[in-house]
């Protein structure tokens, strides 16, 4: 029974009548809650924790039968099931989660409000002119963009974590590569950026929206974050696997500390020039697509981001 007992995937305490550890499965043992020789020890002198020895001894009072505590990084949750036994789960994933979605919450709220805001305040400010000036509601017009663009964003997040299966198709990469050019022209020619593309005559099976998606997300990049008069170059290369595709540009280049946490949603960066998402969608199409995505980048020298595509 007990090396049934020591592969549970949760953690099992039997106390005696006085309040005696008699019993601690393996999981307490390999999560230090419990001490190797607890066996007759009273649960305050076995138990290494002390949120868990505050949670017996209200279970023993009568005062509840479910707790939280952290240990060692962790988080667990201990429940009295009957007279003197607990389970003690590991809910670290559980609660990392529930904090992320609060600072997403609230993130996506001050992200909303922040345009929000803005037009409110210049549509306020046109309607006490007699005539409103056309830059005011210019100006308020490219919020509202921004606001849609955001909402956009926000949703193609939530299609792709919803479980849909990527449409599959053949197409010319260079076709597609040549069309999100043909897109960005007008912002390529105001940086007076050169742009290369060396693509052959490579044709890939894949979801052409979701790539072309994440094409366009870090070509956008290589455009925003490069100096005037600089290169953008685009490479397609056979692989093992399958394509490498390259984006390579002359720009500024990120922090060394920030490479980490590129891929996290509404994450700008020190220099943030938009919401923060084009690279976590990215990311996000590229695990979709069943695609690696890299990014590799030196100050002041330029980034490589690249995909490789089964």
């Known amino acids: 029974m007990r090396e049934i007992l020591d592969h549970l995937p949760v953690g099992l305490i039997i106390l005696s009548k006085d309040g005696s550890v008699e019993y601690a499965n393996r999981f307490c043992i390999e999560n230090a ?13 076995a138990i290494r924790n002390f949120g868990l020895i505050g949670a017996i001894r209200e279970f023993l009072d009568g005062k509840s039968h479910k707790a939280q505590f952290e240990h060692e990084s962790k988080s667990f949750r201990a429940t009295l099931i009957s007279d003197g036994t607990l389970i003690i789960e590991d809910i670290s994933k559980e609660v990392s989660l529930k904090r992320i979605q609060k600072e997403f919450i609230a993130t996506v709220s001050h992200e909303l409000s922040t345009p929000l805001t803005a037009v409110k305040g210049l549509l306020e400010t046109a309607l006490l002119q007699e005539t409103p000036g056309r830059e005011l509601l210019e100006k308020a017009l490219k919020r509202l963009g921004d606001l849609e663009k955001l909402i956009n964003s926000l949703r193609f997040l939530v299609i792709l974590g919803s479980g849909e299966k990527p449409r599959k198709e053949r197409f010319s990469l260079k076709n597609l590569i040549e069309e999100i050019l043909g897109d960005l022209q007008e912002e390529i ?17 894949s979801d052409r ?18 100096r005037a008069g600089g ?9 093992e696997k399958g394509i490498r595709i390259l984006v390579q540009d002359t720009g500024e280049g990120i922090p060394e500390e920030e490479i980490p946490l590129i891929f996290q949603p509404f994450f700008g960066g020190k220099k943030r020039k938009g919401m923060g998402l084009g690279l976590a969608i990215s990311k996000r199409i590229a695990d979709f697509l069943g695609a690696d ?18």
């Open 231 to 239: 290169k953008i170059l685009v490479r397609v290369k056979p692989s």
């Open 33 to 45: 809650l419990v001490s190797r020789n607890y066996e007759g020890k009273k649960y305050y002198e």
């Open 293 to 310: 995505l890299t990014i590799k980048s030196e100050r002041g020298k330029g980034t490589t981001a690249e995909i490789s595509l089964p």
């Open 189 to 205: 020619l105001q940086k007076n950026l050169k742009v290369e593309h060396y693509t052959g005559d490579a044709e890939v099976e």
């Open 209 to 226: 929206e979701k790539l072309y998606i994440l094409l366009k997300n870090l070509l956008e990049n290589a455009v925003k974050y490069n």
